[in-house]
């Protein structure tokens, strides 16, 4: 009796400190999770045929032989995509928690919303991936989508985190550590990020090159793939469909010379969907797919999303254009992430891999991840206009309700959409908190009479109008010019609703405008005449009820814009003119938008005051607190996200006119005053020398401004800096 107690004594101090038997009972050294991992991928590699190491260029970098396990990719930049229009999965639709689209998530400027929302979508990864019932998908996912958006016109705008590369750089770190959770050893899932780099046209994104000098590479277009390496933690991306400067991205030396050697990315580096194809019949960089080959293993491609890169990899091994050596080092970081996610070793030491197995309640349909819907979905809406304090509405003096609009009765899903296990649309939403005491009508709005007729006899009209996601049509069809998607750019920046809000602002006057929209839209006339209007994305399962949570007052919104919205096409540059300078985002805009960037109201006020800076001089290596005071002096609890800009008074190069250092979302009382800090490092401020080749610290005064969006500056205080 004494000795099987003292045996179970044992394995279960085994089973705490992760101690396992591998040691003993494995054949090779790879199966000893005690060793270096880079001692046990040299093993794996030496036991390895060269077929198997071909065929671990794929996204299913598994040894059966050996019993090596390895898991693939799917997609997530808003909730795990099994399902959708899609059809990711290319089986029965699985359901999944879908929040808002990434540009509506950005639109809370919150990283803990970011890190939530991700953190929800991991688990419910390792869950599809390990759960009995299902045991489908992979637990590497393609998110989030780093790419900035430069211009409105952009397909995929619904994809990024806006124009602001600050902004966007904090937002992927967040997303990408919600997505990998914070153990010291293994990931709960790995972020790859996309698509690197400067990927913001669809129209001949096949064979298109972005051009910008080295200066715009480093301060603008690379900067968020920065932070989601050095400040995320992640270890894999996707290279872009286009050129940068006349390379293909497939093949480009920034992914070895900069990615690798600078910023020590050291996982995996996958071509797109059929890029390695498109080397050679759209970009024309090769006279055949062997050499396109042979210069996506040298350029550090570790991972090919194309079917017939095989036999190319073995006749360019065969020939000599790639080494022994070469193919090795890229299969070591598709190495490091399996053994990151622990495919490598026994379940008992994996943090998550009970995830699934212990618990086996399916988390889409729990209530914490129905609130967190609700929650995060709630923060992304956006207030844009409230004259005479039309919203929140007063369900008590209601008798009835006009909801108009197509966008009203449903939750459009996008193309990176999974299948949500239910959804609320907008009209659900009114109906459901209205109560039963006012008659919520509804019109489709093809009518236009009808619709008018309807909001006339109405006490309020909420009119619900924008684009369609997938643009109801076949790939790479767009019938509305104001419409885009993956492969199509829009033609025009016009909401081409405006004829049915107008009608129905003529007859009741009590009119809200609700913008559910994946883009910035020309809405010049809406702004002008509407009293009330609300920026939401699509797809979120809980839009409805988020919705008419802000419309009635029971949460107080306070969701900002992360893009410019332009009042014309006239005042953008063409599409394909990368150099922001020429007019391009906040920072370089000369016009007057329709609503400016950071650009959000709330159904309270803040006043700002006390700007103070912890050092008046910062020098390289610094970093000084930036404090504000901001008080909520209206009659409403809510929440102000205080912005920290800076522009350069004496730079011997040409800086923007603003741009964003610091943000924080801070919910405050009625009559309440709280501080707000920031820290601001000197590297944020210093710019890249061409000559010296690193970021320089100049001597130069900097004026920092405090306010409420880019176009609502409350407080500023200069600083001086340099060397």
Same mark, same amino acid.
């Given at each position: ?226 932070r989601g390496v050095a400040d995320g933690g992640s270890r894999a991306y996707m290279a872009a469909y286009n050129a940068v400067n006349g390379v293909p991205c497939t093949v480009h030396p920034m992914l070895k010379k900069i990615t690798v050697d600078e910023w020590r990315q050291n996982g995996i580096i996958c071509t797109d969907g059929g890029a390695f194809n498109l080397l050679v019949s759209k970009h024309r960089a090769f006279a055949d797919r062997d050499a396109a080959a042979a210069a996506c293993v040298n350029a550090g491609i570790s991972q090919f999303l194309d079917w017939n890169f095989e036999d190319p990899v073995r006749r360019s091994l065969a020939s000599g254009a790639v080494s022994a050596a070469a193919l090795d080092s890229v299969l070591r970081g598709n190495f490091r992430v399996m053994i990151k996610l622990g495919m490598w070793d026994p379940p008992e030491m994996v943090p998550y891999a009970s995830i699934g197995v212990a618990d086996t309640l399916e988390p889409w349909m729990s209530a914490s991840h129905r609130l967190a819907a609700r929650e995060v979905a709630r923060k992304t809406i956006v207030l844009l206009k409230n004259a005479d304090g039309l919203l929140p ?113 003529? &007859? ?9 929209? %994946? *883009?910035? @839209? +020309?809405?010049?006339?809406?702004? $002008?005449? /509407? ?62 938008? &329709? ?9 309270? %006020? *803040?006043? @700002? +005051?006390?700007?103070?800076?912890? $050092?008046? /001089? ?106």
């Amino acid at each position: 009796m004494k000795n099987r107690k003292n045996r179970i004594a044992a394995l279960a101090v085994a089973a705490m400190t992760g101690i396992t038997c591998l040691k003993a009972q494995g054949q090779y050294p790879f199966q000893n999770p005690d060793l270096p991992s880079e001692e046990r991928i040299d093993n794996l590699l030496s036991l390895m045929t060269l077929d198997e190491k071909i065929a671990c260029l794929g996204t299913y970098p598994a040894v059966p032989r050996l019993k090596v396990r390895a898991t693939r990719h799917v997609e997530g930049l808003h909730g795990l995509a099994m399902g959708g229009p899609s059809n990711w999965g290319k089986r029965n639709p699985c359901p999944t928690t879908i929040f808002p689209q990434a540009i509506g998530l950005a639109e809370s400027w919150d990283e803990g919303v970011l890190l939530r929302a991700a953190e929800i979508e991991s688990r419910e990864v390792r869950f599809m991936f390990q759960n009995k019932k299902y045991a489908r998908g992979g637990l590497v996912v393609r998110a989030p989508n780093a790419d900035l958006g430069r211009d409105p016109r952009w397909g995929r705008t619904e994809e990024c985190y806006g124009e602001d590369p600050f902004l966007n750089g904090a937002l992927t770190a967040a997303f990408v550590k919600g997505l990998q959770g914070d153990h010291p050893r293994y990931w709960r899932t790995a972020s790859l990020m996309k698509h690197f780099l400067a990927n913001s046209n669809e129209n001949g994104r096949d064979s298109t090159s972005s051009n910008f000098d080295e200066r715009l590479w480093r301060e603008y277009y690379a900067y968020p793939f920065w932070r989601g390496v050095a400040d995320g933690g992640s270890r894999a991306y996707m290279a872009a469909y286009n050129a940068v400067n006349g390379v293909p991205c497939t093949v480009h030396p920034m992914l070895k010379k900069i990615t690798v050697d600078e910023w020590r990315q050291n996982g995996i580096i996958c071509t797109d969907g059929g890029a390695f194809n498109l080397l050679v019949s759209k970009h024309r960089a090769f006279a055949d797919r062997d050499a396109a080959a042979a210069a996506c293993v040298n350029a550090g491609i570790s991972q090919f999303l194309d079917w017939n890169f095989e036999d190319p990899v073995r006749r360019s091994l065969a020939s000599g254009a790639v080494s022994a050596a070469a193919l090795d080092s890229v299969l070591r970081g598709n190495f490091r992430v399996m053994i990151k996610l622990g495919m490598w070793d026994p379940p008992e030491m994996v943090p998550y891999a009970s995830i699934g197995v212990a618990d086996t309640l399916e988390p889409w349909m729990s209530a914490s991840h129905r609130l967190a819907a609700r929650e995060v979905a709630r923060k992304t809406i956006v207030l844009l206009k409230n004259a005479d304090g039309l919203l929140p509405l007063d369900v008590s003096r209601l008798k009835s309700i006009a909801v108009i609009g197509r966008r009203a009765n449903e939750v459009l899903l996008d193309w990176y959409s999974g299948t949500p296990p239910y959804a609320v649309p907008i009209l659900q939403g009114i109906t459901l908190r209205a109560g039963q005491k006012v008659d919520v009508r509804y019109s489709g709005g093809d009518d236009i009479r009808s619709a008018a007729a309807l909001a006339r006899a109405s006490d309020v009209a909420v009119v619900c109008v924008g684009n369609h996601p997938t643009c109801d049509a076949g790939w790479a069809d767009c019938p509305l010019p104001g419409e885009g998607k993956e492969a199509v750019d829009r033609k025009s920046i016009d909401l081409g609703q405006e004829a049915l809000v107008s009608e129905v602002l003529s &007859v009741n006057p009590k009119t809200v405008v609700v913008l559910v929209s %994946s *883009f910035p @839209y +020309a809405v010049k006339w809406t702004r $002008d005449h /509407v009293p009330a209007i609300l920026h939401m994305t699509h797809s979120g399962q809980e839009s409805g009820n988020a919705l008419a949570d802000v419309l009635f007052g029971d949460v107080n919104p306070a969701g900002r814009l992360v893009q410019t919205w332009p009042e014309s096409l006239d005042q953008l540059p063409p599409m394909m003119d990368y150099d922001i300078r020429h007019g391009r985002t906040y920072m370089y805009f000369k016009g007057e938008p &329709v609503f400016s960037f950071g650009h959000g109201l709330s159904y309270t %006020s *803040f006043s @700002y +005051a006390d700007l103070a800076v912890s $050092d008046s /001089v910062m020098t390289e290596g610094d970093s000084v607190f930036v404090r504000v005071k901001i008080r909520n002096t209206g009659r409403r609890a809510g929440e102000e996200v205080v912005q920290l800009y800076a522009r350069h008074m004496d730079s011997s190069v040409e800086r923007p006119l603003k741009e964003l250092k610091g943000f924080k979302r801070i919910a405050l009382q009625p009559g309440k005053t709280g501080t707000v800090e920031m820290v601001l490092h000197a590297r944020q401020l210093a710019y890249w020398n061409t000559e010296r080749k690193r970021f320089v610290l100049e001597k130069d005064k900097v004026r920092l401004m405090a306010g409420s969006s880019s176009s609502d500056i409350r407080l500023e205080k200069t600083i001086c800096i340099g060397e």
